[in-house]
Structures are given as structure tokens and as C-alpha cells.
């Protein structure tokens, strides 16, 4: 016998047992009914940072502001519900809309808090993090944040009992809904064009602040970045290089590469800041590059780009991450590379290259169970290099002054600025105490790069260099803003400007015929990341199409000499793969 028409509108739940009757005791609501409530909610509690900013940016003031307000609260409510009716169908949508609500309560606590905008750059850098560093960020008012704001919601959607109708109605409901969600976004749009218009020009950086509707849109432009990535092996990069110059009385070179973490120019000693902190590089004869600008204002873009021969003036995310690195190309001309890393990894710079990382701490004096200090990383380097009878490169990628926990970063003998911040939760210290952690992290930098330069300048088998190029800057505070990460195009100098030095033993000067007071002059002029890759060849003196003198930053200073192309076959040699360091002094 057919059932009535009526009960084949009902919602699906069990007829018995307590499971069936608490169902059945549940309110119901359409599909279509809860995407209204939870874009609702996302307009008024998690959206406080695009409500603020725009005040900031003056809205607010003018005479006719409660219909920008409303036509902007509209607009964002309708963008949501259409996003949500299109991506979510009713057989997922409670899981879907909780991780939502805890999506936007987590990004809202970051926007409110530090500022931090959500890209697709963001995103990238979230994918790639690891636990240790996910951690510091976990504080106790994230935590009351995403209760309130994000479980609680989440709660409530569970005690709602979903509609379900045949195929074709709730087909055509919901075209009928996303419609009149286009519609309500239009008018909202047109009504106030002539004011949120210049407003979304003037301060682009409000588009990103926008949660959920921003983690959504930079989720799916990341995603479809790696959908299009071609698969298959990198595309060669300098494939014709070669070692020029040495001959059999000259010395191997011996260069270490210094990526600094988070370190800006403006709280570095040698440019001029109001506090010394690097006065142990003070006393050293490095060359000071004053004006240096980052690839990026996150890791995950700017080591990739330093390293590449592309750089920032031809960025291309994917051809990047596909392309051979600065590391393969010096390889391919038998310069043996290493990475040792107390980072997140080498962001596919060495893929299939030596590589130790110090990530899990081992046994040693200089590490914790959380971390190590980065002075780890020149406990055995000799005994890496020791047997390679050809040029080393060594990259040491630093943990630096990784916030937010900046008193993590050094030891008590650092602590020279007091108060310092104690706290992962910036939020609670004052902007003082966080930039005396700031400025005690940069001090044990200066003393790690110190030690490098010492053991360089005795080593008697190589001619040796130091370059040190931080990844990008750091926020303090300054405007309300904290940490790093902004999009590129409205980052602050804060985020971008970086500190870069280089330290030349008499050896190296003498092999590569570089005049060092030409070297100082040109470090008076502005410099980026995108002179590693060049620089790096021509210290090494390795000959390829793809270098170009004019990105060099010692090539102008150094004396032509005679062609003489030696060196050993490409895989000769120590392959550096050593196991990892057990603790032994320096």
C-alpha cells in the first residue's frame, strides 16, 4: 500500500528505540533554512576584524554609513549562503558546516587579534606547518574562542533535524535559493557601489578578512594550483653548468648560506637601529647589505623564490615549485650541497639532495623536547665536508625569531632586554615586552652567525664564505598588526625589508680576485632575494646560461680570469648524506 503524501515529505529518521524518538522530538528545517541561519551568524560573530577595519578605513563616520553597513552586511550574508547551497549537499552538510563554524571562529580569533589576513599564500603555509609549530600558536583564548564561537554553533546545528525531499524538488529549491542569493548580492552591491567600491580599492586588504568566505576561496584556489601542477620530473634549470677558474693550486670553496627566520631589518644592529643587536657581527669584517627586500612575507614563499633563478620579478608560483633549485644547478657542476634544517623543511629547494634536519630534537645539551637552538647546526659540519675533495655549499636554515614565542629562541645569556615577553599569546604581554623578546632572539642570531664565521675563518682546507638572508620580516605591533603573512602587494616594509650580510675569508677574496671596497660600495644599493641565485654562482664561479652578472652582487667587483673549466664529474665525491649529529662540540 503507497504511504500518504504527506509522510513522504517527513524527514528520514528511525521509527524506534530512544534513537528514533529523540530524533523525532528534534525541530526540523530546510537545507536551505539553516545555510540562512549560519550565514547569518557568520555576518554578526565572526566578522568582527571586517567591521573593524572598516571603521579604520573611515566608513563608518560618513552620514549615510548605516547603509553602507547594511548593504555591505547583506552582500557578505548572500556571497555565503550561495557559496554554501552550491558547495555543501544535505547528506554532509552538518560535518561540513561545523568544520565552517570552527573554521571561521579560529580565523576570526587571528584576524581580531594579530591581523592576519587569509590568501591563498596563507593557506599554503597552514597545509605545510607542522605540529611544533601549530603548537605555539595554540593559546587559551584560541581555545574559549573556538568554543564560543565555533563548537557551540556547531552544537546547535546537530540538534536540527534536515528535510529531505525527492531529487527534483530540492533541485529546484535550492537553483530558486541560489538565485535569489545573486539577486539580494547585486542589489546590495549597486545600492552602495559608489561608496564600497573605492572603499574595497582604496583598502583591498578587507576582501581577506572576510570568514569563512576567505579560508573557502583561498582552499579552492590553492587545490586547483595543485590539480594543475604538471606531474612528472622538475624542469631542468642550468643544464650546461659548469665549474670555471680553479685550477690544481687552487683551494675548494667552502660557502654556508645562512636563511634566517623572521628576522627584519629594522631591529638589526648594523643598519642603523637604535639598539645594538649584532654586536659580535659589529666586530667582524662583514659587508652589510642595508636595504634588502624579501620574495615574500612568509616562509613558504620566499625560501622557494630565493633559490630559484626566476625570483620575485618573474614569480610563478608552479614554475617554481617544478623547476630545479640554485642546489640542483650547483650540483649538476659537481658542487656537493647539504641542507641542515631546524625548520619546516626546505620547502623542495634540496628534493633529493642531502638533507638533516633537527626538527625532532635529538640528544643534546642545545635542545629541549620542543626545539633546539640553532647553534645545533654547526655541531660536525666539518666532519660533513671533511672527505669531499671539491666545493661545498651548506645551507642552515634557521628557527630564528619564528614567532609568536620569541623567548623560545634564545637562552638566558641573550636575555639583554628586559622585560621580555614570555607568552605565546602576544596579546598579554605590552608591545615593549614583545620587542625585547624580538630584539634577544636577533642577538642569539648574531652570536650563531659569529660562531659560523669563526669556524669558517679557521678552516685551512677551503677558501670560505658566509651569506646570511633572512626569509622575511615580522610585525610587532605596529598599526595592530603582529606576525607576518600579509599579501605581498600590502605588506608592510615591516614584513618585507630584511637583514642580509656576507663574510669573505682573505682565500676566497684572493681565488675569486674581488675587490671588497667595490663589494662595500654596492652593498649601499638596494638588494632582494633574487640576488642569491646569481651571487651565489658567481662567488662559486660556476658558468650558465641562465646566470645574469647583473644580479650579482660581488660579479662587478671581481677581477676577469682565465677560463680554465675543471672539477669533478657530477656525483663524485662525499655525497654529505651523514647520519645525523649526535652532540659533538664544535
Given amino acids: 500500500m503507497k504511504r500518504p503524501l504527506d509522510e513522504t515529505r517527513r524527514p528520514r529518521v528511525a521509527r524506534t528505540g530512544l534513537g528514533g524518538s529523540l530524533a523525532r522530538n528534534l525541530p526540523s528545517i530546510s537545507i536551505e533554512g539553516l545555510i540562512v541561519v549560519v550565514a547569518a551568524y557568520f555576518v554578526l560573530a565572526t566578522n568582527s576584524a571586517f567591521w573593524s577595519g572598516m571603521r579604520a578605513a573611515g566608513t563608518l563616520s560618513e552620514s549615510d554609513a548605516w547603509v553602507v553597513v547594511l548593504c555591505a552586511a547583506l552582500a557578505i550574508f548572500a556571497l555565503h549562503a550561495l557559496l554554501l547551497v552550491v558547495l555543501i549537499p544535505r547528506a554532509v552538510a552538518k560535518p561540513a558546516l561545523t568544520l565552517l563554524l570552527l573554521a571561521a571562529a579560529g580565523v576570526s580569533y587571528f584576524s581580531k587579534k594579530y591581523s592576519v589576513y587569509i590568501d591563498p599564500s596563507m593557506i599554503r603555509n597552514v597545509l605545510r606547518t607542522d605540529t611544533t609549530e601549530a603548537g605555539e600558536l595554540l593559546t587559551l583564548d584560541l581555545g574559549v574562542s573556538l568554543l564560543l564561537f565555533g563548537a557551540l554553533p556547531s552544537l546547535l546545528v546537530w540538534l536540527v533535524r534536515i528535510h529531505v525531499r525527492p531529487l527534483r524538488m530540492a533541485l529546484m529549491r535550492r537553483l530558486l535559493f541560489a538565485f535569489s542569493m545573486i539577486v539580494l548580492t547585486a542589489a546590495s552591491l549597486f545600492v552602495a557601489f559608489d561608496d564600497l567600491s573605492p572603499l574595497m580599492r582604496n583598502h583591498p586588504s578587507l576582501r581577506y578578512m572576510i570568514a569563512p568566505g576567505n579560508v573557502l576561496v583561498a582552499t579552492t584556489k590553492v587545490l586547483a594550483e595543485r590539480a594543475r601542477a604538471p606531474e612528472g620530473p622538475r624542469q631542468v634549470v642550468g643544464a650546461d653548468a659548469r665549474l670555471q677558474g680553479h685550477t690544481a693550486s687552487t683551494k675548494p670553496h667552502f660557502l654556508v648560506i645562512v636563511v634566517g627566520e623572521t628576522a627584519r631589518a629594522q631591529n638589526w644592529g648594523l643598519n642603523g637601529y637604535g639598539r645594538q643587536t649584532t654586536p659580535q657581527l659589529a666586530r667582524l669584517d662583514v659587508v652589510n647589505y642595508k636595504d634588502v627586500s624579501a620574495c615574500g612575507s612568509n616562509t613558504e614563499v620566499s625560501v622557494p623564490c630565493m633559490f630559484s633563478s626566476t625570483g620575485r620579478r618573474r614569480y610563478d608560483q608552479q614554475?617554481?615549485?617544478?623547476?630545479?633549485?640554485?642546489?640542483?644547478?650547483?650540483?649538476?657542476?659537481?658542487?656537493?650541497?647539504?641542507?641542515?634544517?631546524?625548520?619546516?623543511?626546505?620547502?623542495?629547494?634540496?628534493?633529493?639532495?642531502?638533507?638533516?634536519?633537527?626538527?625532532?630534537?635529538?640528544?643534546?645539551?642545545?635542545?629541549?623536547?620542543?626545539?633546539?637552538?640553532?647553534?645545533?647546526?654547526?655541531?660536525?659540519?666539518?666532519?660533513?665536508?671533511?672527505?669531499?675533495?671539491g666545493d661545498v655549499v651548506v645551507v642552515l636554515h634557521q628557527i630564528g625569531n619564528h614567532g609568536p614565542s620569541y623567548y623560545k629562541r634564545y637562552g638566558d645569556e641573550f636575555r639583554r632586554f628586559l622585560p621580555d615577553c614570555r607568552e605565546a599569546d602576544l596579546k598579554r604581554c605590552s608591545r615593549e615586552q614583545i620587542v625585547n623578546a624580538y630584539d634577544n632572539a636577533i642577538l642569539a642570531t648574531d652570536d650563531f652567525l659569529a660562531k659560523a664565521i669563526r669556524m669558517l675563518a679557521q678552516d685551512a682546507s677551503h677558501d670560505t664564505a658566509l651569506i646570511y638572508l633572512s626569509d622575511h620580516g615580522e610585525s610587532l605591533g605596529e598599526n595592530n598588526i603582529y606576525l607576518h603573512g600579509f599579501p605581498y602587494a600590502i605588506a608592510p616594509d615591516t614584513q618585507i625589508k630584511v637583514p642580509m650580510v656576507a663574510w669573505l675569508s682573505p682565500g676566497m677574496i684572493a681565488s675569486t680576485g674581488i675587490d671588497m671596497r667595490c663589494v662595500r660600495a654596492r652593498a649601499d644599493q638596494p638588494a632582494s632575494h633574487d640576488n642569491l641565485f646569481h651571487s651565489v654562482l658567481g662567488l662559486m664561479q660556476v658558468t650558465t646560461a641562465v646566470y645574469e652578472p647583473a644580479l650579482d652582487l660581488f660579479g662587478s667587483c671581481a677581477t676577469p680570469r682565465p677560463q680554465v673549466s675543471v672539477g669533478l664529474p657530477a656525483g663524485q665525491g662525499n655525497d654529505l648524506n651523514a647520519p645525523e649529529p649526535d652532540g659533538e662540540p664544535l
Wanted: aromatic share 4%; proline share 7%.
Fill in 319 to 389: 614554475l617554481i615549485s617544478n623547476s630545479d633549485s640554485l642546489l640542483h644547478v650547483l650540483e649538476r657542476a659537481a658542487v656537493r650541497t647539504l641542507w641542515r634544517d631546524n625548520q619546516t623543511g626546505c620547502k623542495g629547494v634540496c628534493d633529493g639532495l642531502p638533507f638533516q634536519s633537527y626538527r625532532k630534537p635529538p640528544k643534546n645539551p642545545m635542545c629541549n623536547d620542543e626545539a633546539c637552538r640553532d647553534a645545533v647546526m654547526l655541531q660536525g659540519l666539518h666532519d660533513a665536508i671533511d672527505d669531499n675533495p
